[in-house]
């Protein structure tokens, strides 16, 4: 049937396609059938919803679709009924434990792209990966595949360094300072990153209270094409869209299947032309990888990875038993990597790992000779360059170059948990300390989050300061200071186990 | 929040719960969050939409969640977000391979038919069974929980028997001539059948055409107790929801995990109290199951399932290389079965099939002796007492006894297909027959169909009718005929392969 596009004005999440009953009817249509709109070049897919909402010879499409698809209100579409799709044979392959070739896989990417395949065939597909894997043709055949069906930048500056941490450790920062340290040698890193999904705050959350990080593609490439590095939100992109479909799927089963974790990185990376990745692996209680043995495992498959898609990759097997540095939350943060910047100086465990990432990286550049890279990057930090570096990217970005980090708001309403008793403190619990910042409001009120006075190791007397909770309102605070009495964030040793409650 | 409900006219095959803007974000609530509504002892959880078409302190419900919970408008509900449901956790066990306990998989089957879990979970729950398996103590434990989270007959006659055809076979109206025989005999018969789901015509469908199928729980009951049978439509009653939303994500992926398929079918039999059941497997090309070893196995299950739930039940092995009968189609089939009762005679593929089936019945119900269920059946049949049961069955099910086979209205646009040159008949594609009767508007078009004039094994000359395809409209009969000269119906010996579809 030919029909009159009319906007919805809503969000559901899916691709709703709204059908007045009788045309319903007419072209035997069901709620949550399959259907495809064509005008002109474009072709989009979505799922039936019956409505009076709409009126016979018109198509209700919600407004997310009709933005993304620029169709125009009134515009004539062509809807017909789809079968079945191709792809979900090959998923069914996978299913059945078979391997699949490129050409099946491509074919389920540009489905889930298409959005032929909706939760249902997506979760299958994310469940067979889970129980039945990817050998590396497969993962490879996908990060291209993901890479493909989205942008690609193509940046006129040689070699392009790229820097991914797995996530999971809280306070992670540090390629707010790798980032700028990088670009300083005269290296070109343009550095994407996401929002926090289950942390307190991403590095995108992070470099958005000190500038702009949604930006165009073409933007990115002017920028870094001038100063040679930047740090912007991925998720503006239209890099590898098939991960951001499949996350969902991901997310509401709490799996990663490892296949679809390499591929879901590294075609992100592809897409940006990167030829020199760096890949942080933090490693400890309460993070994405636990052990070592497991760290050097997914290493190996990085770098295997890299080699089928011409990356040059290393991998950093880190420390993520605790937070990093002494804040989490955005704002916190932002303040706390803004202070290392400006006076080169700062908490052992992000100054370390930051110099350590950063030097790994100029290595690999080739600007720095084999083992040097570590005192170089050192020298770009102490020296300030790296704070230029930084000027420059927040003001290239739409900032302020000139923000000092007292500048950066922080939330006023405050609660302070001080040492039920003096010992050493034995254990900062990583997800405890995630719980109480997202309770707190991060990462979406920026000034959320959570200031440590300690780290393991340390000596406290009974009465000392532990952490400070920051958060924008009352309610929030008062969540989160619930959320930190239940949890055991910190522990000291020769404290009594049960009262850990009530500190 | 508290919110006012609305009523939206929208179908959309899933729980959506429509938010305003505003709301949505004072409660951080995102498209496609999981919500739990509550009202006095109602709770119901679905997907928020976020839209303007609701008011800031509205919440809006479609039409089928809004009459099924017996919502009314302007009445007050709680909405509240709500985290992952506990189920996903047994839902990942199975992915792990691990064997789930009896209350893991109740929470699953609870929160299935609680619309806590959704298209991705459904789907990875039903994508973990068909790699994983279930063994029989899950099986058993899912069939029981299938059927307590839904409604239970209590029926005050034993013993209640019941049969059940696995589908695939066209023309499969057998089932209308063995409950009348059955309940003829003096046994309890409380018959729910299916609507087609891929056939051109399930029971349901085939009885619709003389009497009402869509019945109450406790008319059933009432019936049943007064005349010992009913032929009714399953899908009416609230057995075993859970089957009917996971049947979604089985169709969409085309799979059909044993397990399920078990427990699909037992629950519906558990849940009407049947304590005696025959499952039918018709073995051939084309149908569901296509040999007789893999027949035989799911005969040990059915039988072995049995044991646990406390049924007794036999399986028989039928023969399904090709139609039952001449007809294919609701109205076709309803005249072939009433023709058959009226006269007590008809094709052997349907006679031989009927009193074959509802002599082991007899046998099971102890009121034939072993050996002589068969004889019994066909005595019941020639001499009109169950055509008698069936005027009883079509009187109080609310349609007219004295419905004669002419008086069954049969689609009036028709095409023959004849022998393109002389022959014995060796094959009939039931998927190609299934098909064309599909084609030409079956199931929904009562009238549309097949009458097939030959069977495999008759001689035929050039130009001999082969079967008629029945439409009720002059566009469904061409889009039959296309069908059919693209398929291969009928296979003629001699006849030039190449030619078969200019037949």
Partial sequence: MRAKVRLLDLYSGRYAVFLNPKDAEE???????????????????????????????????????????????????????TGTPESVRYIKKKMQGKKLRK???????????????????????????????????????????????????????????????????PGNKTNVLVVPIVAAAGLTIPKTSSRAITSAAGTADVVEVLTNVTLELDEIKRIVEKIGGCLVWGGALNLAPADDITIKAERALSVDPRGLMLASIMSKKYAMGSQYVLIDIPTGKGVKVESVDEARSLARDFIELGKRLGQYIEVAITYGGQPIGHTVGPALEAREAMEALITGRGPGSLIEKAVGLAGILLEMGGVASQGMGRRMAKEI?????????????????????????????????????????????TFIDNRAITGIARAAGAPEDKGAGIELYVKVGEKVKEGDPLFTVHAETEARLDHAIVFARRSEPIRIEGMVLQRIGNI
Avoid at 54 to 80: A, M, N, Q, Y
Avoid at 139 to 151: F, K, P, Q, R, Y
Avoid at 395 to 420: H, L, M, R, S, W
């Fill in 103 to 169: 050409v099946e896989i491509e074919s389920i990417v540009k489905d889930i792209v298409d959005r032929k395949l909706r939760d249902i065939e997506i979760s299958s597909f994310v469940t067979s990966l889970e129980i039945n894997g990817l050998d590396m043709d497969e993962i490879a055949a996908l990060t291209i595949a993901m890479a493909e069906t989205g942008d690609m930048l193509d940046i006129d500056r040689k070699p392009i360094m790229d820097v991914h941490s797995i996530g999971g450790v």
């Fill in 381 to 425: 930090l102490e020296s300030g360059k790296a704070y230029e570096k930084m000027r420059e990217i927040i003001e290239e970005q739409g900032g302020n170059p000139d923000v000092k980090p007292d500048d950066i708001a922080i939330g006023d309403k405050t609660y302070t948990f001080t040492a039920p008793s003096g010992g050493y403190v």
């Fill in 27 to 81: 072209v035997k249509l069901h709620p949550d059938d399959l259907v495809r709109l064509e005008s002109g070049k474009k072709t989009v897919f979505g799922s039936v919803v019956i409505s009076t909402l709409v009126e016979k010879g018109e198509v209700g499409l919600s407004r997310d679709v009709f933005k993304l698809h620029s169709f125009s209100e009134g515009e004539t579409v062509l809807v017909s009924p």
